[in-house]
Structure formats: structure tokens, C-alpha cells
């Protein structure tokens, strides 16, 4: 038996793609500041299309990019927001682009341009599950709520501020957002772990100026000698994290965990040749996606100190710096780590030289219940709209929306993302299926219908 | 009893003086082409000078700035090299000079200016005790060759060149340089021993590109990491170098030569404030001059890789470098170090990133039988000319030419400094101790009567 709301969508398809054309169009780059305009415009484009669809919409202005909210009552008490953004990243390299990023096409069933998957395309999956039910069934099964921020691209902090202080009246059973991948192209997944950041650089201070390797090698220690043994004393080769008691809190994989991850099949040997690396390379006794999902990182982002030009520069360096970044996972507590951490480099370094550290800011690790019944919902909602049953994932990044939602709202967290990570997001050519972008419709409709 | 030649030396002193003022006055800045022709033009005084001595002189032309060659013969058959370099270090920073760098002046019985110690003061020593022998002896008590270059500052290889090309005709008995240093303004000192040296970097290679370190981070090798790792296995915290067989050719010190070392009395804490530093360091069982001078060294000179912004970037670098320079000691091969290096830096590599050296070069170590009858007569030559016995000491660092005097004439090399490291030799404010300049102009003219 057709379903009604499916049948909808599939019927309204070929319009559904003009009008995520028409939104596409808009070069909302909330980076650029001489595009201000054109991001408003995007957003003033989603309130209206919003209202012409039945809903009550505003444009939330708080500071920075304009937030577009949008809601409207369903049959039932239920209420469910919808995350997404409507601001871009820059088209840059333009020269590599087939098409230009802001005149969307379609090449062999393929929408190209800049926002397709990241996160137009995947927002606006939702915008049509809600005209579909609304136009097929006249009522929302429950109550709907769009919180579309313009600031994703551009580490703005206008939604995170709404979010707290408007957190009673945005109290909800369950955010969703689509704003990540599925496993493959045919298997739909659920995220349902984020590792958290910290972010910090240390620098070893010697002499006051750089001095001369011949006239004072071997009387004073070198800064930059001293960073590496330092770096060296943090990660072992084996790929340990040497630093005392880090891994106290670490939640081990359950059993029917590192089952899951093994059942994803994940391919080495294409990762090696995708990074065109010799061999990977993490933490001894763990499979890939085991170190990638659910182990903590130590990683140099940057080093530097001394001379870097052409040739030799017989010099001790006066100072050596490395830039770190620690990923996290449950149940790390980011600003223990840290104090962790920073013990270990005062311990090991040595009273030769001076140390100093600078934080750059942290965000905890997500691991969500997958038993919960929005996670089943979640589930059911992707077999039906993709006809395969849907995989759970983790993603090694961050994304700082979701831990101001599960602070401030306190609620589940669905991230279904109809992309793939072969959609170049934020590069050239930047595209969508547009077969995910029909079938994502269906399962958002499905999951407001069963959630 | 007064010595005749010492007192020619008293009287013509100011005069002495004037004519080194005139030789400073030239801008011989050999690494700005714009003062090629004041370059030229100090080579052309110098000569004339000589011929006014009465010394047969010439300009050597065979490409960069010409070698002043002057010389007379002897009442014997000896027959001496002076080695110094006419030309100078550029004079900036130029707002830090209290008195114009090429307008020679006096304070308090030093003489300021560029060149003043660096090497114009101390090669006209030899210079003036040539002239005072030849006005009070009528002639030399050995034939005296000067080669006086004009590319030291700037690394060129006229010199070299000329030596290794000349080097039959070139035949001596003893090589002369001042261009070093005294222990103190007291202590005259001979410079026995150069440290070598070995210069390269090394690269270790990730992915084609930085790549994200959520999404990778624990699946590949971080090549910063990597690099510190590889660093760490070269030097331990103590100070040991740990390439295999690094050590093996290093000749220990033998107790006198330490005894003497000790007798000299080095003041670490002095050290320690200068560069201001919470603490001296070095390989462990060795005090400061034996670290200095007699131990060889593996030193980052430079390191760098990934982001070098402000804050953070979570990035794993595509790769990093570290550019290094080992000092080396007798009888430390520098070819067969620089093998026993590069073996290290494969072995401890790992397979999971690719590791590329670049070489840059390197020179012997040079140490010198102090028992020869050559030193014995620099060290009473010292003891004359400035009351006060002469010590030995080496130098950190290393002097090329010195090794094409031994490799190409294989003579005694006599290091006999008049100058100070406190006399700022490339910086503003160059000056040189007019006493330094008398005595040593004696101590110049001992030598030659008694070498």
C-alpha cells in the first residue's frame, strides 16, 4: 500500500527541486561580510516560505546572522525541533568549480552547488516532509518547531546565545538535525557519538634571542629539542596517550559495540589510499573506527620554532611551539583532561627552559542511549524512507550545536544526515543526490509521524 | 731592557691608530653588492699600504671580492701565512650605534666601529709588527705571506678557490690568524681546537594534504608527532646523544686537557644570565667548556609543520621538518657521522609516513698538538706581548677556512685572537681595546722572531 505522504512527495518532487534551486541561489556565505545582504535575503526567502506553507515564521535577530524560526501545532503534545543552516562557505576555488556554486544544476541526477549538501539540501528535506504532511493529512502528527541559524559556517554565536536564553520556552521531546552523512550512498545512518575538543598550544622558552649552535650547542638545552621530547613524552609510537590517568574515564566499547563497528565492514586499504599514507596508523589494539569513534586523540595541529628558510641556519632557537588538539569520548570530563594534560607537560619538562600554555576552549564528547524510543523512531523512519534498514555511526569531529542542546534542552538529539562525506561540503563542486534528497523527505516525514 | 721592535710599537702607536681609522672608514660590506666598490676600494688601500712597507703586493682577482697577497722575504728560509678578512658585517641595526659604524671613534681607550675587532683591528696587529720589525731590523726574521680576503662575512669561496689552486706556491711553515678571541682582557689565548660540523633536515610525510583531525585523528600517523618521536630518539632528556655508534670516535679528553679546562675557571652563572635561562644544560657527566668544546652536539635548528596561526586549526599537518646541525669532534668523520645520522633516522622512522633527508654540507673538526714548537712560540710570543701567560681554548664553533689551510698546505694553524666575544663583532657597536691592539701588535711581532 502507496503510502499518502510519500506518494505526495514523489508528485511534488520535480517542484520541490526548483524551489531548493531558488534557495540554493542565494550566495549566503555568512563569512563574508559584503554578502550580509544576500544572507538576510536567504533568510527573509525561508521565513516567507515558511508562512506560504502554513507556518507561524520570524526572524530572530539577536546579534549577528538573523535566526529563522518557524513552527506550527500538531495532533498530539509531542514537539519536536528541527535544526539545520541556511549560510554557506565560501565558493573558493571558484576556477574549480564545473558550474558556478550559486546557479544550481543537475548532472545525471546530481544537484550541483554551493549548500546542496551542506546544509540547504539537507534542511530543506524537512521544510517538504512538513508541507507534505501538512498538505496530506491538514494537521502535523506533532508539534513542529525550525531553528535555522545563518552563522553554522562562520563559528558565529547567535543560536547557541538563543538557545540559553530561550531554553524554557524551547523545551521539546527530541531535536533532529541533518547536517551529517549516511554510511554509504544506499545506507542511511544515525550519529550517535561525537567525540568532544580541547584545544590548547604550549611553548618551551630558552635563551632571550636565537643564539648561535657552535658557540653555545651543548651548554643550554635547545626549545625545540625540548618540545619534541615533551610531545614525545604525551603519545608513545604504539599510539598510547602517555599522559597519566587519561584514560580513566574512557568508556570501553561494550561488546555489541565493537560488533556494530565490525559489521560496518569499514575499508582500510581505501582510507590509505584516499590519504595516500604508507599504512594507517592509531592506538595499538583497536580496529579503525574504533580509534576514530570511540578513542581519544592527542594531535600535533602545528609545530614551530627557529629557523624555517632555505638551507641551514646554525642557531639554537630562542622558542618552539606546538599546537595540540586532544579529541574526547565519553565520559571524558574536557576540563579534568585538561588539567591532566597540563600536569604532564609541567612534569616532564624539564627546569632548563620555561613553559607556558595557552587554552583555546573545549566541548564534551556525545554518546547517545541508541535504546531510547526517538532513536527507534529514528530508525524506522530511515527504512522506510531509504528501504534499508540504517546503520548507527559516530563522527570523530565536533559539533558544538549538540552540546548546547543537550545542555540547555536536556532532550534526545537525532542527527540523520542524508549526505556522504564525497559530497565535497565545503569544497568545489559541491553536490547532492538528489535520490537522498526525495528519499531523506519521506523518512523526516516518517519520523515526525512516528517519533 | 727594552725591546727595540716593542718600542717602535709605543711610539708609532697613534699613528698606528689613525691608519686603522682610515682602513675602517671603507663600508667593505661584502654581502651588499652596492658596496662592491667600497669593497674594492679598502682591498686597493690595503695594498698600497703594503707597498708603502716596502712589501712586494698584489690584488688576487678570480671571481667575488679580490685577495689582497702581500708579502717580503726573510733572514731565513721560514716562511709564515697571515690569514684576516678586509671585509665587514653589514652595520645594521644602524639606530642602535651610539657613534656611526664607518666613522671610527674613541671611548675611554676603545675604538668603535665596524671592523674594529671583526677582523680589520686584529689583522692590522700583524700589519703594524710587520712594519715595526722591517723600521727597527732592516728585515723580517721570516718571509711573511699575507692573504688577506674579502668574502669571510659572506660565505664566499675565493679563498678556498685560490688556496686549493695555489696551494703548491703557497708552501709555509706556520698559518697566523686573528680572528678569534682572548679567555679574558687579561688572558691571551690560543684557539687549539674547532668543533666540525654536519648540517641537514629531515621531512616526515603524511597524508598528500593537512586533513581534518576529527575525522582522521587515530586513523593515520601525525607527522608533527612523528617528527617528535624521531627527535626524541636522538637526543635523551640528559643530554646523550642516542645515534648508535655516535660516539664511538670521540676522542675522551685526556686529564690534562681537562685539568686545563678547570683551570680556566668558567663562570656558568655568568652563562646562565646572559642567555637568560632558568638553568645551563648539556650532555650529562660534563661541565660547561668540556660540553663546549670537546663534546659534540645534534641541535634543532629549526622545526616546523602544519598551522602557525593564531589559535587553533584541527588539522593533522600533510607533514613537518626539522632542520638540525651536529657539531663534531676529533676524530669524528663528518661523512661517516653523517651516515651513521641518516641509518638512525630510517631505523626509528615508521612505516606509517615517509621520511626525506636533505644534506647541506659539512666540515671537519680541528684539533691541534699544542706540544708542536709553533704553538710554543705563539704561546711565548702571548706571554710577551701581554704579560700575562697565554691559555688554551677551543671554540664551539667551526671556522672552514681553517680546514682548507690544513687539508691544502697541512701546516700548523696558529689561532691567536686579540678580540673579545663581549666586543660585539656583528652587532652595533663593534668596538676593539686599543691596549688589545698594542699588545697584540707586540705579541704579532714575537711571533714572527721566534716562530
Redesign the interface.
Known sequence: MTDLVDAYIDANQQRFIEELKQFMRFPSVSAQQARDKDTRACAAWLMSHFRKLGLEAQLIDIGGQPIVRAGTKGTTSRRVLIYGHYDVQPEDPLGEWKTPPFEPTIRDGILYGRGATDDKGQLFAHVKAVESLLQTEGKLPCEVLFLLEGEEESGGDALPRYVTQAREELTCDAVIISDSTMYDADTPAITNGL?G?L???FTVK???SD????????????P??V???I???C?A?D?RILIPHFYDAVAPLEDWEREDFRRLAFNDEA?TRE?????????AGYE?LE??WS?P?F??????????GQ???????AS?T??I?A?LVPHQDPAKTRDLIFKHLHAVC?????LEISE??MSPPVLFDVSTPVIRAAEEALRKGFGHEAVFIR????IPVVSTFVEQLGCPVVLMGFGL?SDHPHGPNEHFSLDSFCRGTKAAGHLLRTI
Open positions: 567525540r575538543i584545544a590548547f598550544e630558552g635563551p632571550d643564539v648561535h649552535s657552535g658557540a653555545y650547542g651543548g651548554a643550554v638545552a635547545n625545540a629539542m618540545l619534541a621530547q610531545l614525545a613524552a603519545v609510537p599510539g582510507l590519504l595516500n599514507v604508507p599504512r594507517l596508523h592509531g592506538e579503525t580509534r576514530l578513542r586523540t594531535e600535533v595541529n602545528g609545530i614551530f620554532g627557529g629557523y624555517q638551507r641551514s641556519k646554525t642557531i639554537i632557537p618552539a606546538a599546537k588538539s579529541r624539564p627546569d632548563t627552559v620555561r583555546f576552549g563522527c570523530g569531529g565536533s562525506d
